[in-house]
């Protein structure tokens, strides 16, 4: 990417952008598919259907059409931090053309399907990813504008109004959030053989996502609504949860897509977990999924299945307590080697653990795994005498089942997202942070290390253990494949994908991980290909993440918080240094003196 | 008696085996401290070279003799092997040289997901067990007690050979002496006219080409491989490397033979029987990395623990 920069001379940046925009323009109104696919039309009238009804721009074109009228906005008027807009437009706009030039090409038999064949012309994927590319160019020839910092204190200094509009600010903000993520859930359909487009279509969203995030993350829309959000944290916190309690009642409320739903929150709060470990104290493990395990048996084991040999059976929330502490437990017991084992051999270390949780699960140790057979037949969850696999009437709606699950996960990782945040603004927290950056610092400075790194993993292994409790339950059985060296590398994936250290990285990172794989059933035999190949290419260019944590990204990525590169930063530095020393020498002592 | 013997025997064969993948665990964290994760997948990897060379390759005529097929099969999977390594040299670690130490690590994790699955996907018919020839002559040794196959006998032969003429290459030769200055400090390494790139790449090629060996030859002597065998092995021989003192050739091997006795005494005489027995390896691991990092070969202070 930063060959990129400097490509085109700087006169030609806002020439470039215009043709960008209006290249996505056109795109956006050009047939993209020769001739009629094999299992039928290409979603939104992609071939040249499209004329029967001209005026209709749906799904990704109209997606496009968006971009490109933005782009020529913010060519010609002044937009804050330009140069980012148009590129993270020009990367949306190129990942939707090349997203779908790639599968009308690959379904549709070839090049001719994007080109021309049968004295059709089809140039649509062709235009939006010239497109793309010119507006890249042109972002990479144009000065990087810091991310800028829009006020958020004038809303305080407004009195009651003030707050109002502060209020009313952030509820927009949270409904359109909860409006896309609906949107995502259902953008394509289900997967599978009865949706052949599932695929295309959803990634063709994400890159429209992506993009649109990006450009307002680029403006600095994002950030002020962060730091919005954190100045009115309870009322921000009151309707992120009503957000999230009233996905049932979108689009996306449907049965299957609230047990992906609740399943993403699992392994969300399992992903939050395991970030205190390596996002906060910097403690690589590669064998944290089987505290998810341990929690997910003491719970199977406790709920009355007929295969559960302890024959001890407990309500659900004495369960999950009993569930989190005795994974608490074992978490101790795995991080007390921290004491005298660092870096990649503690990963190690806790990888050799994790694997003989395996195997011992699989060998049906003491009668508590079931073996190979798994523990079966687990009860749901019964609570206020309603089971939560039923679905249930509120407020007039008619919910599905599974629904129950869901809204219990939600408030389970809202909890979790309590902690995680407390704790990583406690004493203990940035005890974590200082251990991360430098342990001998940190231990020189008083931090009794040993007891922080235990404690960590302690805290990481009570919350997956809870988070297993209520996995076994939804899924009404716990087998120890389930619990797999490969489902570690995909938590820890999930927690790096999303950025280190942060709540919503872990939980974008889990969501990606397993809605991915629901929509793109088809791909399902690459997955874990592509999977490794991702952990490969997130290394290789955004070792950060997604979302990066703050202090994560200048040290990963040699960048500031403000998005700037940190070698500018320095170079910087030093020339003003220099200016002062040259001021220096000019005005002898005497002023300098003056200062004291 | 007949059984312990047996089972010390059944051991050293398994130990001949790990201690071929554990010279490459050793000789790459030696030189850029890096776990190379996938070094098992590239072992699984010759295996498959190696059993393709076979089907595809051979004519059915030279299939039969093995003087002539054995050679062949181990060329084409120390082949694959080591371009398989230099690639994942080239475009995975290089780029990751000076990043934060868990990054290569991840990487490596990535990388081994993905061979595998790459294996999985595009060799045909991989996605189940395949059955490999045994290529090597098909007879039974009687050591008294101990029975022995010739190809377990060739294992432990070649093994015993390739680990000694590495230990004489890296302490004899100019490339060797290369290898040793590169590892105890590169920068150093460099002003003294080493081309620290050229040695990281070698260094990946020898640990590549033990593995491809060791691919062949395990497979020819179990008979069948799946995907699965170099993330075990690789564990297995991970877990060698550390107990003999991770960066010593000598005590990796060693270290081979002790894991590989632990896995078949272990199977036999402790309680749970072959169900537990990577379980003590683990066991071993876990105790080995928190009571004497250093192994029982290392020096104490290369250690960065």
Redesign the interface.
Known sequence: MTKLTGFLPPALARPFAALGGLLFLVAAMLPWATFLLNDGAFPDKATLQFFDAPFELTGYRWHLLLFGALVLIATFVPTPGKARVLRAFGWGGLAISVISAIFIAGKGGGIGAITSADGNFALGPIVGALGGIALILSAGAMPLPDIPQWPTKIFARMGPRGRGLAWLILLVAFAAVLYLVSLTLTAGGIGGAAFPYAGPIFLAFLGFAGGLVGALHGMGVTGWIARLSEEYRAFSIIVLLLCAFALPFTDAGSQYWMQVAATIGVYAATAIGLNIVVGLAGLLDLGYVAFLGIGAFVAANLSGAAASTVGWNVPFPVAALISAAVAGAFGAVVGSPTLRVRGDYLAIVTLAFGEIFYRTALNNIGDLTGGSNAIPGIPAIEMFGKPFNEPITFLGTDLPSGVLYYFLIVLVVAAVMAVFANLKNSRIGRAWIAIREDEDAARAMGIATGRAKILAFMCGATLAGLAGAIFAHKLGSASADSFKFLESVTLLAAVILGGMGTIPGAVLGASLLFVLPEKLREFEDYRLLVFGLALVFIMRFRPQGLVPDRVRRAEFAGETAEGKPIEEVQEQAVLEQELELEREHEAPSGPKEAGR | MGTLLQQIANGIVLGATIGLIALGYTMVYGIIQL?NFAHGEVFMVGAFGGLAVYRWVLPAAWQEMWYVALPLMLLGGVIVAVVIAVLMERF?YR??RN?????????A??????????VR?WFPDADAAQPFPRVFVDAEINLGPVEISASELLLIVVSIGLSVLLQTYVSQSRMGRAMRATSQDRDTARLMGVNPDRVIVLTFILGAALAGVAGVLYGSNITNIDNSIG?QNG?FA?TAA?LGGIGSLRGAVIGAFIIGLIKSLGGQYLP?GT??D??WI??V??LV???R?QGLFGDVERV??
């Open positions: 776990i995975a780029p990751l990043a934060p130490r868990l990054a290569p690590l991840i990487t994790l990535g990388v081994s997901v993905a061979l595998q699955e790459a996907l993330f564990i991970f550390v749970g169900q537990y990577y379980v683990f066991v691991l876990i990395l928190v009571f990092p960065r623990a």
